[in-house]
């Protein structure tokens, strides 16, 4: 995307966000019902995006830019924006289990807040896609290294503890 002009950067952040939040609103009112459909368990969802989110991350320690996060070939395609923007990584697995945790057994209220936090963060990230050129600049190409590997690290680790958590649910059941 860093080869793209501005409209198209726009779009591609306009599509990807707005496509994130859209999936991560229907699946706090329905995501629980498409569960019992299909049979998913919270645990087997957590251990599945664990294990996705953790190979990012040790990608990201490696220097390798992500096969789930980048197209191997530079292509200006504005279907990025949906995939592999919006989903898996704005509206991962991730998301979708934290977003659907918090609304379990909660009042109208209660899911309001969370939608509208939720709206918050997805239009800072629509922000941070459109300003990431300055961004990048500001800081520089070294410190964006040093940065994506100590990210790198902590999504690891996110993913190790998504997959504990959902080992630990599941043989609580």
Known sequence: MQDADKPTKKRISKTSTLTAFVIVVCFIFIGKYLFQLFGITIPAFKITGGILIFYVGFEMLQSKKSTVHHQQKVNIDEGIAISPLA????????????????????NYLHIAIVVSIFALMIFLTYLAF???????????????????????LIIAILGTNMVIEGVKIAFLQ
């Open 87 to 106: 989903i898996p990584i704005l509206a991962g697995p991730g998301t979708i289990v934290t977003a659907m945790n918090f609304v379990t057994n909660a």
């Open 130 to 152: 459109n300003l990431s050129d300055y961004i990048v600049k500001f800081i520089g190409s070294n410190k964006i290294m040093v940065i994506g590997k100590i990210m790198g």
